[in-house]
């Protein structure tokens, strides 16, 4: 069982930053691609942005050239850096492990609340 624990949420005006930050409890954090997502009220959950082990990165449309996917295998992280927010970034933030390359499970974090407010 991997536990996922995020933290960098909050309240930010439009314009402004956040940099989210997922660290997982499992010790083959390399083998697992990891991935936020997210979930609007009354919408479903979609893809914000996913990093492979090997470093390959992907992107929403909606947030590409202001958010930024990001690990670290030492320290068992992944981020996102969020620039350029705007109010239609206000969600729930999941961050996800998804071993299915190398037989593992799929994981999910808790979620992390950010709020766009002017």
């Known amino acids: 069982q991997v536990q996922l624990v995020e933290s960098g949420g909050g309240l930010v005006q439009p314009g402004g930053s956040l940099r989210l930050s997922c660290a997982a409890s499992?010790?083959?954090?390399?083998?697992?691609?990891m991935g936020w997502y997210r979930r609007a009220p009354g919408n479903q959950r979609e893809l914000v942005a996913t990093?492979?082990?090997?470093?390959?990165?992907n992107y929403a449309d909606s947030v590409k050239g202001r958010f930024t996917i990001s690990r670290d295998n030492a320290k068992k992280t992944v981020y996102l850096q969020m620039n350029s927010l705007k109010p239609e970034d206000t969600a729930v933030y999941y961050c996800?492990?998804?071993?299915?390359?190398?037989?593992?499970?799929?994981?999910w974090g808790q979620g992390t609340q950010v709020t766009l407010s002017s």
């Open positions: 996800n492990a998804d071993g299915a390359r190398w037989a593992l499970g799929n994981y």
């Open positions: 499992t010790n083959r954090f390399n083998f697992y691609a």
């Open positions: 990093v492979t082990s090997s470093g390959t990165t």
